[in-house]
Antibody, heavy 121, light 110 residues
Framework: QVQLVQSGAEVKKPGASVKVSCKAS????????INWVRQAPGQGLEWMGW????????NYAQKFQGRVIMTRDTSITTAYMELSSLRSDDTAVYYC??????????????WGQGTLVTVSS | QSALTQPPSASGSPGQSVTISCTGT?????????VSWYQQHPGKAPKLMIY???KRPSGVPDRFSGSKSGNTASLTVSGLQAEDEADYYC??????????FGTGTKVTVL
C-alpha cells in the first residue's frame, strides 16, 4: 500500500532552517511528483511547490522562492523540504502529498501525516 | 497568486444536500479542467474527494460530485451524513507549473 511517512515535529528559533523528510513506499517513487503543502494553525492549505523525483526538477510557489529547497534521494525513496530564514508565521503543519498520476495537475491522492514546525524564540 | 474564494461555512441537515463554491479567475479555475476537492477532518491530513472537476477516486461515495461553470467550481454533497462534517478545500492548476488552494469551507451537519 502507498505510504508517505514524514519526520517528527521540530522546534526552531527565528532565522534558523528546518528540513522535513517524506519517506515514500508502496509505489514507484520516481513515477509521481511530490508536492509540499502547509497549514498554519487554524488556517487553510497553502501549496509550496513540487519536485519531480525522477529528474530532481523543482518548481516553487513565488512566495517561497529563495527560501525553500526541495530535494530527493531516490536510493531511499525520500523527498525533503528545507525552509530557511524561519519566521514565527512559518509555524505550521507541513505535508507532503503525491500527485494522483504520472500526469500532473490532477490532484493529490496520498498525503503524509504532517510535520508540525514551531518557530519560537 | 491569490487563494481561490470559498464561503467560510455551509450547513445542512442529515439527508439534505449542500453545495460549496470555489471562485477563481480565467487564469486558474476557468482556464483549466484541473480542479480537485479535499476533505479534512480536525487533526487529520486532507483526503482527495474529486479530481479533474468531476471525477471521484475509488472509495469516495457517489454522494460527492463536482462541477464547473466559468471561473467557479462547485462541490455538492448529497444525502448529508454526520461524517461529512469537515473542512473542504478546492485546488486548481494556476498555470506556470503552479497550484492554488481555496480558502476553505467548514461544513456543519445540523
Amino acid at each position: 500500500q502507498v505510504q508517505l511517512v514524514q519526520s517528527g515535529a521540530e522546534v526552531k528559533k527565528p532565522g534558523a532552517s528546518v528540513k522535513v523528510s517524506c519517506k515514500a513506499s508502496g509505489y514507484t517513487f520516481s513515477g509521481y511528483y511530490i508536492n509540499w503543502v502547509r497549514q498554519a494553525p487554524g488556517q487553510g492549505l497553502e501549496w509550496m511547490g513540487w519536485i519531480n523525483p525522477n529528474s530532481g526538477v523543482t518548481n516553487y510557489a513565488q512566495k517561497f522562492q529563495g527560501r525553500v529547497i526541495m530535494t530527493r534521494d531516490t536510493s531511499i525513496t525520500t523527498a525533503y523540504m528545507e525552509l530557511s530564514s524561519l519566521r514565527s508565521d512559518d509555524t505550521a503543519v507541513y505535508y507532503c502529498a503525491r500527485d494522483l498520476s504520472a500526469k500532473q495537475w490532477l490532484g493529490f491522492d496520498y498525503w503524509g501525516q504532517g510535520t508540525l514546525v514551531t518557530v519560537s524564540s | 497568486q491569490s487563494a481561490l474564494t470559498q464561503p467560510p461555512s455551509a450547513s445542512g441537515s442529515p439527508g439534505q444536500s449542500v453545495t460549496i463554491s470555489c471562485t477563481g479567475t480565467s487564469s486558474d479555475v476557468g482556464g483549466f479542467n484541473f480542479v480537485s476537492w479535499y476533505q479534512q477532518h480536525p487533526g487529520k491530513a486532507p483526503k482527495l474527494m474529486i479530481y479533474e472537476v468531476t471525477k471521484r477516486p475509488s472509495g469516495v461515495p457517489d454522494r460527492f460530485s463536482g462541477s464547473k461553470s466559468g471561473n467557479t467550481a462547485s462541490l455538492t454533497v448529497s444525502g448529508l451524513q454526520a461524517e461529512d462534517e469537515a473542512d473542504y478545500y478546492c485546488n486548481s492548476y494556476a498555470g506556470s507549473n503552479n497550484y492554488v488552494f481555496g480558502t476553505g469551507t467548514k461544513v456543519t451537519v445540523l
